[in-house]
T-cell receptor
Framework: ELKVEQNPLFLSMQEGKNYTIYCNYS?????LYWYRQDPGKSLESLFV?????AVKQEGRLMASLDTKARLSTLHITAAVHDLSATYFC???????????FGKGTRLHILP | DGGITQSPKYLFRKEGQNVTLSCEQN?????MYWYRQDPGQGLRLIYY???????QKGDIAEGYSVSREKKESFPLTVTSAQKNPTAFYLC????????????FGPGTRLLVL
């Protein structure tokens, strides 16, 4: 079965803390996406990871990809309230270019 | 400004009625997509199109129809055959083949009266 599992699905954390969101996917892929969605809003592209070992950083967010483990992580450093949102990972299937989305991790950062 | 627009923002459907959601992009992207998002869930692909006058079914195409007569437009019709249409509908586009990053419109929330 084709699936993407995000862990945790809900996360409440204090400002200033670090945390990691995990994204496991079920089949071969060399392209992994991270998106952010604010409540009632659309999705905003954060990162595209294209190869094994890829790491990208933007501000307090850092994403990485391990294609052998079929795992991507989104690390939050010194969280601030503005990062509160739902974060989705999605992977692109190599065999037919189909993109599969996870259920999202709802992140709530307490001031 | 380049981007993707969707209209309306909110849409109400009566039982047995077909309704059409609009999606327009001025990014000169070849590929366009329609997704459905239910509360607390990820996105599920309804239809996608890689070129004008061609489109393919996604995972949940039943009860929906699309057309792609112009490169910049990809309207979605929710037919009366879709028995549970209440959801948030998102349109997206990408430069070319599906492996490219997708850019999303603001969404249409469909509610059933």
């Amino acid at each position: 079965e084709l699936k993407v599992e995000q862990n945790p699905l809900f996360l409440s954390m204090q400002e200033g803390k670090n945390y990691t969101i995990y994204c496991n996917y079920s089949t071969t892929s060399d392209r992994l996406y991270w998106y952010r969605q604010d409540p009632g809003k659309s999705l905003e592209s954060l990162f595209v990871l294209l190869s094994n070992g890829a790491v990208k950083q933007e501000g307090r967010l850092m994403a990485s990809l391990d294609t052998k483990a079929r795992l991507s992580t989104l690390h939050i450093t010194a969280a601030v309230h503005d990062l509160s949102a739902t974060y989705f990972c999605a992977f692109c299937m190599n065999r037919d270019d189909k993109i599969i989305f996870g259920k999202g991790t709802r992140l709530h950062i307490l001031p | 400004d380049g981007g993707i627009t969707q209209s309306p923002k909110y849409l109400f459907r009566k039982e047995g009625q077909n309704v059409t959601l609009s999606c327009e992009q001025n990014l000169n992207h070849d590929a366009m997509y329609w997704y459905r998002q239910d509360p607390g869930q990820g996105l599920r692909l309804i239809y996608y199109s890689q070129i004008v006058n061609d489109f393919q079914k996604g995972d949940i195409a039943e009860g929906y129809s699309v057309s792609r007569e112009k490169k910049e437009s990809f309207p979605l019709t929710v037919t009366s055959a879709q028995k549970n249409p209440t959801a948030f509908y998102l349109c997206a586009s990408s430069i070319g083949v599906k492996r490219e990053t997708q850019y999303f419109g603001p969404g249409t929330r469909l509610l059933v009266l």
